[in-house]
Each structure stands twice: as structure tokens, then as C-alpha cells.
């Protein structure tokens, strides 16, 4: 069942308005998409960070507007700790949409007892689904991962009707052994990927922009 986002429209815009929302316990939105009028929105902050702790992604909106619409990307400040504005996009049932789903590690690894490290080297992946049954996660069952193995993209459990676009053979998560990371690198880490982002935090010098 979709998270239900109340919505009211929006007729102050900029960054002076925006934080008088925000100190009501308010966020500014944006709703778009299929060639209609782009619609400023206010959404309760608490529902918001209730549906991302949730990891929803696709959203009733009701109110002053109601659609179904998917959260596209949302706008933190610094810190990523408070959000401060989204976009949702406007979606109809049966429609299919391409999105970056989370990848969480279930289970415990047999190699875990011999030693070994679990890696998790991707955390999202890119899916195609329907718009009203987006998953909130995909999943990888690591019960089996032995010491030395690694785990791929087609190890992954994945919904009916939910398509992966990434290489089947893209590699998901391994156990390695500790003693395998070499000395140097412990004294000078090289720069490793990433953190994932969530749900379409902006960099920091994007944070000042809002509709």
C-alpha cells in the first residue's frame, strides 16, 4: 500500500517563503510530468520523512491535488539531516518507469566464520517496473557466501514484474579474507566509491536551490 502524502497548493515561492514553511514543520514540492501544468505543492514534513524512512518511492498524493505520483528526488541541507524540498512525479497506474532501487544484504555468510570480510560493492541498482508497484528495496540473500565468493546481480531476489537493467554479471557483494587488504593501503586509504545517494540528495552547492 502506497504512502499517503497530504498536500496542499503552494502559492509563495522562493527561498524567504520556503523557510517559513520549513519552521512550520512544512516542505515545499514540486509535482510534474504527462505534459500538465507543473503544480507548486506543501507536504507535512513528518509524512515525508516517514514515507523516505519507509523507503517509498511511488506516493498518493490528497488534498488540494489528487494523483499518484512517485518521489523523484529530494533536496537535503548539509548535513542530510532535514529535507528540504521534493519533486514528485505525476504517474498512472500501469505505466512503467525506470528508477535506482536500493540494495539491502540479508542473512549471515558461512565465509563470515572463516575469517572473512563481507563487501557490499553496489548499492543501488537501475530498474524498469510499473509505476504503482515500485520496490521499496531489492534484496540479496547472502546465507551461501563462502570465503573467496562473490555475489552478483542475478543473485538477486527480485519482485515479478520488476525488470533489472543492470549487467547480470555486475558484482554485488564478496567475502574476502582480512589479511587480503594490503599494508599500504591501510596507511594511505585510496578514495573508495562513493556513498550511495538517497533518493536524489543534491551536492552542496545545489542545496541553495529550490523552486
Do not use: F
Given at each position: 500500500m502506497a504512502e499517503v502524502l497530504h498536500v496542499k497548493r503552494r502559492s509563495a515561492t522562493g527561498s524567504r517563503a520556503a523557510r517559513?514553511?520549513?519552521?512550520r514543520g512544512q516542505v515545499p514540492a514540486i509535482l510534474y510530468g504527462h505534459g500538465e501544468e507543473n503544480v507548486p505543492l506543501v507536504l507535512s514534513a513528518s509524512e515525508v520523512q516517514a514515507a523516505v524512512r519507509h523507503g517509498?518511492?511511488?506516493?498518493?498524493l490528497a488534498g488540494d491535488v489528487q494523483d499518484k505520483a512517485l518521489i523523484r528526488e529530494l533536496q537535503w541541507d548539509t548535513w542530510g539531516l532535514e529535507i528540504l524540498h521534493v519533486d514528485l512525479q505525476r504517474v498512472h497506474a500501469g505505466e512503467r518507469v525506470?528508477?535506482?532501487?536500493d540494495i539491502h544484504?540479508?542473512?549471515e555468510a558461512p565465509g563470515a566464520h572463516e575469517g572473512g570480510h563481507v563487501e557490499q560493492l553496489l548499492h543501488q541498482v537501475e530498474v524498469e517496473c510499473s509505476a504503482t508497484e515500485v520496490p521499496d528495496e531489492l534484496v540479496l540473500r547472502i546465507n551461501q557466501l563462502q570465503l573467496g565468493q562473490t555475489l552478483t546481480v542475478r543473485d538477486?531476489?527480485?519482485p515479478e514484474g520488476v525488470k533489472v537493467l543492470a549487467d547480470p554479471d555486475t558484482?554485488?557483494?564478496?567475502?574476502?579474507?582480512?589479511e587480503e587488504a594490503p599494508e599500504e593501503e591501510l596507511e594511505t586509504p585510496?578514495?573508495?566509491?562513493?556513498?550511495?545517494?538517497?533518493?536524489?540528495?543534491?551536492?552542496?552547492?545545489?542545496?541553495?536551490?529550490?523552486?
Amino acid at each position: 500500500m502506497a504512502e499517503v502524502l497530504h498536500v496542499k497548493r503552494r502559492s509563495a515561492t522562493g527561498s524567504r517563503a520556503a523557510r517559513r514553511l520549513r519552521r512550520r514543520g512544512q516542505v515545499p514540492a514540486i509535482l510534474y510530468g504527462h505534459g500538465e501544468e507543473n503544480v507548486p505543492l506543501v507536504l507535512s514534513a513528518s509524512e515525508v520523512q516517514a514515507a523516505v524512512r519507509h523507503g517509498a518511492r511511488q506516493v498518493d498524493l490528497a488534498g488540494d491535488v489528487q494523483d499518484k505520483a512517485l518521489i523523484r528526488e529530494l533536496q537535503w541541507d548539509t548535513w542530510g539531516l532535514e529535507i528540504l524540498h521534493v519533486d514528485l512525479q505525476r504517474v498512472h497506474a500501469g505505466e512503467r518507469v525506470t528508477l535506482e532501487v536500493d540494495i539491502h544484504l540479508r542473512g549471515e555468510a558461512p565465509g563470515a566464520h572463516e575469517g572473512g570480510h563481507v563487501e557490499q560493492l553496489l548499492h543501488q541498482v537501475e530498474v524498469e517496473c510499473s509505476a504503482t508497484e515500485v520496490p521499496d528495496e531489492l534484496v540479496l540473500r547472502i546465507n551461501q557466501l563462502q570465503l573467496g565468493q562473490t555475489l552478483t546481480v542475478r543473485d538477486l531476489s527480485v519482485p515479478e514484474g520488476v525488470k533489472v537493467l543492470a549487467d547480470p554479471d555486475t558484482p554485488v557483494a564478496q567475502c574476502v579474507a582480512a589479511e587480503e587488504a594490503p599494508e599500504e593501503e591501510l596507511e594511505t586509504p585510496a578514495a573508495g566509491p562513493a556513498e550511495p545517494e538517497v533518493i536524489g540528495r543534491k551536492k552542496k552547492d545545489e542545496e541553495q536551490q529550490e523552486d
